[in-house]
């Protein structure tokens, strides 16, 4: 069984930084691909990033706009996503996420194989 525990979020001015972590245990990052949507309140899910570690693709949202780099840990089995120059609208909660990028990327939860129980960012102005 795949479980996943996000860590990282918390409150942050415009313009700061956070990185989110996702702790993955039952998984295999060589076998699937992982990656992080979001969800602000009142607003549909929308996928964020996501890497597939077999072939070294990512994948970023537009909206990233080269703010955000994810990355994995393979010794930690640890998925992160460092999050630079933080806008207010980036305030969400985000979700880790097992499952092909493109569902991931869709925002399409129901078609993951997995995801965590989500870490709240919020981005003052």
């Known amino acids: 069984e795949v479980q996943l525990m996000e860590s990282g979020g918390g409150l942050v001015q415009a313009g700061g930084s956070l990185r989110l972590s996702c702790a993955a245990s039952?998984?295999?990052?060589?076998?699937?691909?992982i990656g992080w949507f979001r969800q602000a309140p009142g607003k549909e899910r929308e996928g964020v990033s996501c890497?597939?570690?077999?072939?070294?693709?990512?994948y970023y949202a537009d909206f990233v706009e080269g703010r955000f780099t994810i990355s994995v840990d393979n010794a930690k089995n640890t998925a992160n996503l460092q999050m630079n120059s933080l806008k207010p609208e980036d305030t969400a909660v985000y979700y880790c996420?097992?499952?092909?990028?493109?569902?991931?990327?869709?925002?399409?939860?129901?078609?993951?194989?997995?995801w965590g129980q989500g870490t709240l960012v919020t981005v003052s102005s």
């Open positions: 039952g998984f295999s990052f060589d076998d699937d691909a």
């Open positions: 890497i597939r570690s077999s072939d070294g693709s990512t």
């Open positions: 996420a097992v499952g092909f990028c493109e569902s991931t990327m869709s925002g399409d939860r129901d078609a993951l194989e997995a």
